[in-house]
């Protein structure tokens, strides 16, 4: 992102936001919040516990790849505003490396906000290593 | 895949081990199995009710990724051995029309299978209609 | 692609069109051409010689990539019609085997067929083998 | 990249390298270069003119798609040895912004460097804009 688009709601509103527009996701799939939103980008977390783990004690992929799409989310409310119905067209994702329960933190950059598409990407950290990364891309509706 | 690698192992055999090695496959994340294996390919299916969902009422893009890593899964446990110790490198995913809850078969084709990498895509298939598609590597470690 | 949509420009008006719009394609980058358009896909070649060759003496990976690149835009033209100014958005790309000079053919799908964005995949074959697989996203400009 | 894995190679011995082993690189493709080698990364630029554009007189995505492949491959020279005969295993790139003739630079990161894979990805900048962005992954063979 070059143009750094200031966003629209604080850290506190996208997590009211998710909790009231999303309440399966922490009732069924843990402790994921947002924890800054900033101009350009979001952090967001996992707390994983033993729910997030897969055979061998570490986190799972489609763990990780909540993490990458709740932060493509967090990204499109906070930046492009809380009534946008918007959808993940496309995520590729590589595992890089094994990460235990814990803390997981995941460092989103907008890489492009347009009229109808929003491109991103998230670096994944555990323990200060990066153990994922992503690319994903959001269809935003068109506004009434 | 062309050249039709033969599988060692029966779908039955594979959904005892999916739910020996991996037990929290069904206990947190849902309905999960394999429901073919066959030369150069298996079938997968997720039983989609209210836990896979998404604001929309649709099942989820974290649910459908996981549909497409069990695939894959499926794919090098039933081809190259039960004790490969396995892990996805790389999944990309695209997302092109809404499911709902009901079966969901996910249609896997081995592209490769190498000694170390073997690289698979998946049609996933609601209701008579592609609703996503995935290609995706998985790293298979050194036979001891 | 589960409708299959119907093609709206025969195989040779294709190839007559990528040549007006689109001279550098084979002055440049060598011999690529559309070889079928039917409903819900075509097929493309590229006849690989020295120029398409990397060190070790096989196609390289960018010459692959536009074989790709072209199979969708084959499909966009031949399927959402001449006019279409559409762009490559995404494309994800496997290489899975090394491939020699020769006819090397990209067999495509299109996964779906929207107002603003076209999915498709690409499986790419020489000497009866898959050598390579991509998945791609064109963005379909608005008409006016 | 978390480790900071030092170059074995200068700038001035990549291009060399480049020069040696890939030929064809800047006689059929244009002007591909190395400009910066650094721990952990490297800076690659293509210096776009007539026969890198598309229709609309933009930068072509093969053109775009190449830089990314160099990029990852000067990594690999740089970072695993110039010995190493690796090979492009993965590549995912969205296109965000259409690019002008003019220097296009390539800013690449190691995400990981393993023994048998390093993963990388590259944002590519002109104009002061990011217009690309790509992950890969490139398979490293065994040291003899």
Redesign the interface.
């Given at each position: 992102?070059?143009e750094k688009a200031r966003p629209v709601l604080t850290t506190a509103e996208v997590n009211e936001l998710l909790a009231t527009?999303?309440p399966?996701l922490n009732a069924?799939?843990g402790s994921y919040q947002a924890v800054d939103v900033f101009p350009g980008g979001c952090t967001v977390r996992l707390n994983a516990d033993g729910?997030h783990?897969?055979?061998?004690g570490t986190v799972?992929?489609?763990s990780l790849?909540?993490l990458a799409?709740i932060g493509g989310y967090v990204c499109v409310l906070s930046h492009a505003g809380p009534d946008a119905?918007s959808?993940?067209?496309?995520?590729?994702?590589?595992?890089?490396?094994k990460a235990e329960a814990g803390p997981i933190d995941g460092h989103c950059r907008i890489?492009?906000l347009g009229r109808?598409?929003m491109?991103f990407?998230i670096d994944i950290v555990a323990g200060?290593?990066?153990v994922a990364?992503a690319?994903g891309?959001y269809?935003i509706p068109p506004k009434p």
């Open positions: 992102m070059n527009i999303y399966e069924q799939l729910r783990l897969r055979p061998g799972s992929g489609p790849f909540t799409d119905l959808v993940t067209t496309n995520i590729n994702i590589n595992f890089m490396r890489l492009k109808s598409l491109v990407d200060g290593q990066t990364h690319t891309t269809s």
